[in-house]
């Protein structure tokens, strides 16, 4: 059932993956910053961002958004903080 996908820079990154290492990169109120949603703001989890995400695709894609400005080499943005 896999499929590649060798043009897709998000091809095996999951969104808990994509958040986790973006909290720990920025920490809850860092991405809150960047990203403005509550789940983020109002006593903010993993679990509660990812049920957030997970429904939202808004959301989600603003977070896959900084994601790859974040950690991508390919980026146009490099690895430069966002």
Known sequence: MSQEQP???LHGVTIEMALTRLVD???WDGLAQRIDVNC????PSIKSSL????????????????YLA??????PWG???V
């Open 40 to 43: 983020f703001k109002n006593d």
């Open 70 to 75: 974040t950690f991508d080499r390919a980026s």
């Open 51 to 66: 049920k957030f995400l997970r429904k939202t695709q808004w959301a989600r894609d603003k977070v896959e958004h900084l």
């Open 25 to 27: 990169r920025y920490g």
């Open 7 to 9: 043009n897709n820079p």
């Open 79 to 81: 690895r430069s903080e």
